[in-house]
Nanobody, 124 residues
Framework: QVQLVESGGGLVQAGGSLRLSCVVS????????MGWFRQAPGKEREFVAAVGWSGGREIFTDSVKGRFTISRDNGKNTVYLQMNRLQPEEKAIYYC?????????????????WGQGAQVTVSS
């Protein structure tokens, strides 16, 4: 059974930082590319960041470039999303997702498994 479990969400003031973690079990993590998506209230889910099988070649949505980083630890079956200089409009549920595709992709249809989500709230 595949499981993706996010943690690290919470409340932060504008300009602050949070680090999300996602632990994956039930699939070969080293052959899994990982993505982060978010869904704000009343909006559609959107791509945030992704990393391929062996790290490197990370991709980001334009609005988070220079502020967010994505990394993975294959020894711990974990992917991280470091979020710096958060803004109130980035309040959302953040989801991690897993894909068999080797290269990082912003396309949500490429992802097979999803976590339950982590709430991120940014106060102004």
């Amino acid at each position: 059974q595949v499981q993706l479990v996010e943690s690290g969400g919470g409340l932060v003031q504008a300009g602050g930082s949070l680090r999300l973690s996602c632990v994956v079990s039930g699939r070969t993590f080293s052959r899994t590319s990982m993505g982060w998506f978010r869904q704000a209230p009343g909006k559609e889910r959107e791509f945030v960041a992704a990393v391929g099988w062996s790290g490197g070649r990370e991709i980001f949505t334009d609005s988070v470039k220079g502020r967010f980083t994505i990394s993975r630890d294959n020894g711990k079956n974990t992917v991280y999303l470091q979020m710096n200089r958060l803004q109130p409009e980035e309040k959302a549920i953040y989801y991690c997702a897993a894909s068999w595709v080797r290269i990082a992709s912003p396309d949500s249809t490429q992802y097979d498994d999803w976590g339950q989500g982590a709430q991120v709230t940014v106060s102004s």
